[in-house]
């Protein structure tokens, strides 16, 4: 593991009401750690991260260009997940 495997979710879009993200939120994954201290949420929604997951762990292994997701809520949040 010589490079860093760095992956960067980013909140893009919040199409109705959701209490945990908002437009612009972050995260940093570095290798398998959620970077918390560089996460600009304060919060995390479960729920997303059976969508997530698979999502995550292709973008960690390849450097391509940026997946969606969509809330499993209805699609109320959409997220955009790409390897720095």
Not at 6 to 20: F, L, Q
Request: with cysteine; net charge positive.
């Amino acid at each position: 593991m010589s490079e860093k495997e760095i992956v960067r979710i980013k909140v893009e879009a919040v199409n109705g009401a959701c209490p945990i993200f908002k437009v612009g939120d972050e995260m940093l994954v570095e290798f398998q750690r959620l970077q918390l201290e560089k996460c600009t949420c304060r919060e995390i929604c479960m729920h997303i991260f059976p969508t997530l997951y698979p999502v995550w762990l292709d973008a960690r292994h390849k450097k391509a260009g940026p997946s969606t997701v969509k809330c499993p809520d209805n699609g109320i949040v959409t997220l955009t997940v790409e390897r720095m």
